[in-house]
């Protein structure tokens, strides 16, 4: 056998990295070593300890007869494979104690092999294995093969590191289908007041899902707009494509183009690449804009071009992309009046209001409050590692009922968690929510005292004091009266001038 060493090592190489298919660059490979080696069979193999076994991951064949995938092996035999280092030939008659002990596992009875280490920085990751005849093979014939160790090492390195992907990316589609088939429980009946307090919502949610046209979702903070969003993103066709949730409130104003829109390579400083925004990545789904009031006005003019042509343009880019989305936007805010103040476009609300769903209030759906307290008693416990839910004591339901949650089922699930960490023994009485912050029982809402009807100002006059008790007089700001009250800071002020509400913020 004559040959010169580079070339063969140029033609191998060229063979074994001509396909990300290893299977078609092994094949090519092997019929390039049969015009030089008196080869059968060749095959990749690696030693799986997890498997307690040798594990094929390529082979090629002049026969038709298909290798067993998997060879298990004893502890002691797969131990000496791991410490092989040099390309060896191993003979059926070999009268070495490991090579005899070695030869039923992988049927090598009449054949030769030459098995040549595949390592990467002295950590073993393979073998590459040629079969003949026995007595074929010569040492000239492994001194040549052991010239090619590197690039099928790089080879099978790239296998196992695509194998792990491929086991991630199974993984991941799992997991996407374990919370699809969660959130998808959440729908329809199966929301927790489904059939009672937001019986007339869910109605609208079947009604508009099947479709692709914007929806607009409107309701106090903590009403539990996501979770309706999540229904109709998951009962619509496009249940399989991403469900992509934007915060406008959380981004800063100076981001929000490139975080929605995207940018190009250079487009500003530390743009050091280009950058698929929010709306690119949702295309074959549903785009999700919470807080929808406090996206500024500038982004504001490139969602309407969103809406109106299903295109976006990258900052720094000036191309159009199509965008193939639905848009869903909530707020607690009231975009109309926001319109008047000059605070929200009025051709976007206009565009954003075509199908409106209120979320009422908790208070408007006192119905629900013991099945979400159960609920959430179970799913918070399971969380905090509590393997027996606590009951509840009697009356605490009708207590919790009554009371008029103006943080509504967001205010809920965490007074549920907090009565689950301060529970030590005995029932979950509730007690911390039903004490004021002076010590005094907490007072039910306006028209709910048996004292007869109020008239309509003196009603929200009753109303506004009560939550700016709660809020010790804050006005603006998170937990402050207009965020509770879902109405803007400037309203609310206007309102209590009118009503004769004392401003100012009380102190302890």
């Known amino acids: 056998m004559i040959v010169n060493k580079d070339e063969f090592f140029r033609e191998v190489t060229l063979r074994i990295c001509s396909s990300l298919q290893i299977s078609t660059a092994f094949g090519r490979t092997f019929e390039y070593l049969r015009k030089l080696f008196p080869v059968d069979h060749m095959f990749l193999d690696i030693a799986d300890m997890s498997l307690g076994a040798t594990r094929r991951i ?44 070695f030869a039923p596992f992988i049927k090598l009875k009449g054949h030769s092999d030459i098995a040549v280490p595949l390592r990467i920085e002295e950590v073993l990751i393979g073998f590459l294995i040629l079969r003949a005849k026995e007595g074929k093979f010569t040492p000239e014939h492994v001194e040549l093969l052991a010239t090619v160790a590197e690039p099928f090492t790089i080879a099978l390195a790239n296998v196992l590191a695509h194998e792990e992907v491929v086991i991630y990316r199974d993984r991941l589609i799992d997991d996407n289908h374990f919370l699809n088939r969660e959130i998808f429980a959440l729908m ?33 903070t903590g ?122 476009r009025e051709d976007l609300w206009f565009r954003l209001n075509v199908f409106p769903i209120i979320v009422p209030p908790l208070r408007q759906r006192k119905e629900d409050v013991p099945a979400l307290i159960r609920y959430f008693v179970e799913l918070k416990s399971r969380e905090l590692g509590i393997a027996m839910p606590p009951a509840i004591a009697p009356g605490a339901l009708e207590r919790l009922t009554n009371y008029g949650w103006p943080g509504n089922v967001r205010e809920l ?29 907490a007072q039910p809402l306006a028209g709910e005292n048996g004292d007869g009807p109020l008239n309509l100002d ?21 937990g402050g009266a207009a965020e509770l009250l879902g109405i803007n800071p400037n309203t609310l002020r206007g309102r209590m001038s009118k009503l004769g509400i004392m401003l100012g913020r009380k102190t302890r």
């Open 58 to 101: 390529a082979f090629a064949t002049t026969g038709t007869e298909i290798p067993e995938e998997i060879s298990p092996l004893p502890q002691g035999l797969l131990e000496w494979v791991r410490e092989l280092r040099a390309p060896f030939i191993l003979n059926a008659s070999d009268q070495n104690y490991q090579i005899q002990s």
């Open 223 to 344: 009403t539990g707009k996501e979770v309706i969003a999540n229904a109709i993103h998951f009962a619509s066709p496009r249940k399989d494509g991403p469900f992509i949730k934007v915060n406008c409130g959380a981004i800063p104003e100076n981001l929000i183009d490139s975080e929605l829109f995207g940018h190009e390579k250079g487009a500003f400083t530390g743009a050091a690449g280009e950058k698929r925004g929010r709306f690119e990545r949702a295309t074959g789904g549903t785009v999700f804009l919470d807080e929808i009031g406090e996206l500024p006005l500038q982004a504001q003019v490139r969602l309407l071009r969103v809406l109106q042509n299903r295109e976006i343009e990258r900052v720094g880019g000036d191309r159009p992309i199509s965008v193939d989305i639905r848009v869903i936007a909530a707020t607690h805010r009231n975009l109309e009046s926001m319109v008047s103040e000059n605070q929200f």
């Open 413 to 441: 699930e965490n007074l549920v968690e907090r009565e689950l960490i301060r529970h030590q023994s005995g029932q979950l009485r509730f007690d911390s929510l039903l004490i004021s912050v002076k010590g005094e029982e």
């Open 188 to 220: 329809g009946d199966d929301i927790i007041g489904g059939n009672s307090g937001l019986r007339n919502v869910m109605e609208m949610v079947r009604q508009v899902a099947p479709l692709n046209n914007t929806v607009l979702l409107m309701g106090e």
């Open 458 to 478: 003196a009603a929200m006059s009753l109303h506004i004091n009560k939550v700016l008790k709660m809020t010790r007089g804050k006005i603006h700001g998170p």
